[in-house]
């Protein structure tokens, strides 16, 4: 029995590969890359292939690419990724005014149909490289993720700020939990990049050509230990004063209430008011912005907490062993 889908208006993209004797996912589909994967349910039964047919071109792909990430999402066959060009459709002279084609992709198994999707689109879609993505976290000034594209072409991130300014980064490292065309990114923004912004565009460059990936969220509120005092604690050290800084990006006027406590007890609170004349280049801002809170003040073995509040926004910032 073959199952599938109809002519749809454009590729099945995240929609899976589902039959009676196949399951998968179908990532990405361009001209540059059809990705995805796909396991036999009765291995038996003959190995796969993956078939895309045009009425001007045939192309296959085997699914043997390592998929670690398939494996840790709970199946147990580890080479099933597949990853191919469309090399036959690439060399056809497409033209952006060409009219929609109806597309097949095909699974085969042991020669045999198992699956197949039609749908239409038009070939100059096939241009456009198609991104998959993940955001983990914006937060401080730093975001971290990673992203896949269906063209091998050198890739570069561009977050671009309400104010037009730029900043370019290239995603290039490796993880285990990801598929081999995936690169993580973990990128520091520059606090003068994030000031007064609520919101950041992230762009996808290659080859000259930019796709919108997704909008950023900025934190408005973003706090600091001196490198120094994390390396003291971090190696069991009890320093006199924790010193650090802490702003509201989105208003540099407004000035963290910083508090330390001693259990449940608060026993000093201050405003971020100090003056550090090394953050003024550094943030574009007037600089005050910096706290001392005097940890000495604890006895030895007591449970301590340093927060950073402003208005509903409450930020931990170190604590004791013993909390």
């Keep these: 029995m073959l199952s599938g889908q109809s002519a749809l208006k454009g590729p099945p993209v995240g929609q899976g590969i589902k039959s009676q004797h196949v399951t998968g996912n179908l990532e990405a589909f361009s001209a540059f890359g059809v990705v995805g994967w796909v396991i036999a349910k009765t291995p038996s039964m003959g190995p796969l292939s993956v078939h895309v047919v045009t009425p001007r071109s045939f192309d296959i792909g085997t699914p043997a690419l390592p998929r670690s990430d398939v494996v840790m999402g709970g199946y147990d066959t580890l080479h099933c990724g597949f990853s191919f060009p469309l090399a036959n459709w690439l060399g056809l002279g497409i033209q952006p005014d060409d009219t929609d084609e109806t597309v097949t992709l095909l699974v085969m198994q042991g020669g045999t149909p198992c699956y197949r999707a039609n749908f239409k689109m038009p070939p100059a879609g096939l241009l456009v490289p198609q991104f998959r993505f993940n955001v983990e976290a914006c937060a401080r000034t730093h975001v971290t993720g990673w992203i896949a594209s269906s063209d091998p072409a050198p890739l570069a991130l561009v977050a671009v700020n309400e104010r037009g300014e730029e900043h370019r980064f290239a995603p290039g490292t490796e993880r285990a939990d990801l598929d081999a065309s995936a690169r993580a990114f973990w990128e ?5 990049f994030l000031l007064r912004q609520s919101r950041l ?8 050509r930019r796709s919108l990936v997704t909008e950023l969220r900025p934190p408005n509120v973003v706090t600091f230990l001196e490198q120094a005092i994390e390396e003291q604690l971090r190696a069991g050290l009890r320093p006199d004063f924790l010193t650090g800084w802490a702003v509201n990006l989105l208003a540099p006027g407004r000035r963290p209430q910083v508090a330390l406590n001693a259990g449940t007890q608060e026993i000093w ?15 574009g801002m007037d600089g005050f912005c910096a706290f001392s809170a005097p940890l000495g003040m604890i006895p ?8 950073v509040r402003d208005g509903d926004e409450v930020h931990t910032l170190a ?3 013993e909390t």
Excluded: H
């Design 319 to 321: 604590r004791s062993e």
């Design 201 to 208: 565009q992230l762009f996808a460059e290659q080859r000259g």
């Design 188 to 192: 520091a923004l520059p606090l003068r």
């Design 269 to 283: 609170s201050a405003r971020a008011t100090l003056y550090r004349r090394d953050l003024v280049a550094q943030t």
């Design 300 to 307: 030895a073995g007591t449970p301590w907490t340093l927060t």
